[in-house]
């Protein structure tokens, strides 16, 4: 298995506090990605990483944030977390090590996060 | 839109059955189609099909992919309750991102 780990695996947090999730790699990769899983939604993209300080929104942004000042960790943060960020939050790594893209990704364990 | 559909939703078969689930795509700058095989937990990677490679096949598992018709088949041959999980279906195209479907259901009764 790719060397992804995620933490926390679960949180229950409640409406208006801040969050943050963190996602970590042992593989070199320069491209990470935060998705969000809900049923009926498939995998949706959130934010991703294409080198230390270079990052992107996806198609699901509004309402996060993230960082990446280390080429292993990717940092996710909900500013002030709602009911409707309630989901599991998945990071993956691209399949190419070091400077190299594919679009093969690699999945780290998620998170299960609730907003009460 | 980029978008990715697959079908069926969902179907539920008996050990030993043969499944065919199925992934279109209209996605612009076509690149690269993966499967992944989700059961409790991350999905795991099972192929990448590109223009390149249009047929891949590991065990029991194999997949086209039909460029024309912009779209794709997973097969699966002599089904076993290890198969049960949800079967995604991803496309790369002009971006270095993947566009997800929302993925087939299946359940393999013994």
């Known amino acids: 298995d790719a060397g992804i780990t995620q933490s926390p695996r679960h949180k229950v947090t409640e409406t208006g506090t801040p969050v943050t999730l963190r996602c970590h790699q042992t593989?070199?990769?320069?491209?990470m990605y935060w998705y969000r899983q809900d049923p009926g939604h498939g995998l949706r993209l959130i934010h991703y990483s294409y080198g230390v300080k270079d990052t992107d929104k996806g198609e699901v942004s509004d309402g996060y944030s993230v960082s990446r000042s280390k080429t292993e960790d990717f940092l996710l943060t909900l500013e002030s977390a709602t009911s409707s960020q309630t989901s599991v939050y998945f990071c993956?790594?691209?399949?190419?090590?070091?400077?190299?893209?594919?679009?093969?990704?690699?999945f780290g364990p998620g998170t299960r996060l609730t907003v009460t | 839109e980029d978008k990715v559909v697959q079908s069926p939703l969902s179907l539920v078969v008996h050990e030993g059955d043969t499944v065919t689930l199925n992934c279109s795509y209209e996605v612009t700058n076509f690149r690269s189609l993966l499967w992944y095989k989700q059961e409790k937990k991350a999905p795991t990677f099972l192929f990448m099909l590109t223009s390149s490679g249009i047929e891949k096949k590991s065990g029991r598992l194999s997949s086209i992919l039909d460029k024309k018709e912009l779209s794709s088949i997973l097969n699966i041959t002599a089904t076993q309750t290890g198969d049960s999980a949800i079967y995604l279906c991803?496309?790369?195209?002009?971006?270095?991102?993947?566009?997800f479907g929302t993925g087939t259901l299946l359940a393999v009764q013994p």
């Open positions: 991803a496309v790369g195209g002009a971006t270095n991102k993947l566009i």
């Open positions: 993956a790594i691209s399949g190419a090590g070091g400077l190299g893209f594919s679009y093969e990704q690699y």
């Open positions: 593989e070199n990769h320069r491209y």
